[in-house]
């Protein structure tokens, strides 16, 4: 990562951004002199994605932007996850949401490429992280979801959609889902460039999700 803010309201209802800083663009830390008082909070990474705490599992929509509860940072602590199985495809069923067509290889005359996961162990609300990263190591895409509890099998699924446009490179791509520190999922896909004169679309998208909303603080 290149850059990550901390945003936040604090108790009087002020907005505030401040830069975090590393040592190793890994880990990212506040300034020890920095002294303030936090109601809610999320990060700004590199600029563009806006992701709440997976530490946290209350979120609340202020803004037109999703932050986590400060004074719930760690209520979710006993959320146990875990990923049962994975895949991408073509496309899924518009009623059961069912993936079709599954495969790994995908290239720029294929519409979109689909990811699928099966998230077991989902008996708290817990908050994961979603990424994608290019064949270059650089950060794509990030985003947060909250995958409510489930008290019957404790299993939800993860779907994300990214449409092929001519931002996408040819090599392995990876998609990634975290929760807290732990690699729930790595799976990477395989897109080609083809004669590309069949298309001219040039949009992109991943889903609708909070990173797209203009916080401006």
Known sequence: MASVKLAYIDNSGDKNT????????????????????????????????????TNNSEVVKKNNGFFS????LISNS?????????????????????????????NNLDDVICFWSEISGVTNDALIIFQIIDPKGNLYFMDHELLHENN?????????????????????????IIYKKEMLNSK???????????KTNDTHYAKDT????????
């Not at 909070?210 to 603080?217: H, T």
């Open 18 to 53: 401040i830069d975090l800083i590393s040592e190793d663009s890994i880990h990212w830390e506040i300034k020890d002199e920095e002294k303030f008082d936090i109601s809610c909070y999320a990060f700004i990474v590199n600029e563009q994605f806006w992701v709440c705490d």
């Open 69 to 72: 509860i400060y004074s719930s």
């Open 78 to 106: 006993q959320a146990k996850l875990s990923k049962v199985n994975s895949l991408f495809c073509s496309d899924f069923k518009q009623d059961s949401l069912e993936p079709i067509n599954p495969k790994s290889v995908f």
């Open 152 to 176: 019957q099998n404790g299993i939800r699924n993860y779907y994300a959609v990214l449409k092929t446009s001519s931002k996408l490179i040819r090599g392995e791509w990876t998609f990634e």
């Open 188 to 198: 990477k896909v395989t897109y080609n460039i083809l004669n590309n004169s069949y």
């Open 210 to 217: 909070a990173f797209r909303v203009d916080i401006r603080m």
